[in-house]
């Protein structure tokens, strides 16, 4: 069983005069999954909005070191399955 307890990734564009700093910060709990993403550009006050996915909706959802893993795993094996689909988050935060 594969499951991302938490997961935090940052982006950092060096962009002058405005450098942007993207982090998405992924949490499990009880009631499912909440996704906080933050935005800061150059000197300007960090953005910050938080949404949830329950658990039905992640049902089969795989994140970045669960998938990594399962993928090792598929190899070791040398087997894929043909029917072998994952949900997925966009860098957005959206299902896909």
């Not at 009880?30 to 150059?42: A, I, N, Y």
């Not at 040398?78 to 072998?84: A, E, K, N, R, S």
Request: glycine residues 6%.
């Amino acid at each position: 069983q594969l499951e991302t307890l938490e997961q935090e990734e940052q982006e950092c564009l060096e962009l002058r005069p405005h450098p942007t700093e993207k982090r998405t910060h992924i949490v499990s709990q009880q009631h499912g999954m909440t996704v906080t993403k933050t935005l800061q550009e150059g000197e300007a006050e960090p953005q910050c909005h938080s949404f949830c996915y329950s658990r039905a909706k992640l049902r089969g959802l795989l994140l970045e070191g669960a998938s990594l893993l399962l993928l090792r795993v598929l190899a070791r094996r040398q087997t894929m399955p043909p029917d072998l689909v994952f949900p997925a988050m966009d860098t957005e935060g959206d299902l896909c």
